[in-house]
């Protein structure tokens, strides 16, 4: 399996730049990735918080481990 350029906690703190004024053009130069991405990103991590993304890299650990 791939392992992901952006951690989810990083990937949340991008989505916030949008919240501070930023705009998509902005944020997706800055980071190096394209539009599609940060609005697939938007759809599956839009409205989390850091910690819950936390508590999600948990679980998604532990289930690696089990498996």
């Known amino acids: 399996m791939k392992q992901a350029r ?10 916030k730049q ?3 004024g930023q705009t998509v053009t902005q944020i997706t130069h ?3 990735i394209r539009e599609a991405i ?3 990103w ?10 819950e993304v936390k508590r999600i ?3 998604e650990d532990e289930n690696r481990r089990l498996k």
Not at 6 to 15: D, R
Not at 42 to 51: D, M, P, S
């Open 38 to 40: 940060f609005y697939n």
């Open 18 to 20: 949008q919240d501070s």
């Open 30 to 32: 800055e980071h190096s």
């Open 57 to 59: 890299e948990e679980l």
């Open 42 to 51: 938007r759809a599956k991590y839009g409205g989390i918080q850091i910690a």
């Open 6 to 15: 952006f951690p989810e906690s990083q990937i949340a703190a991008i989505l």
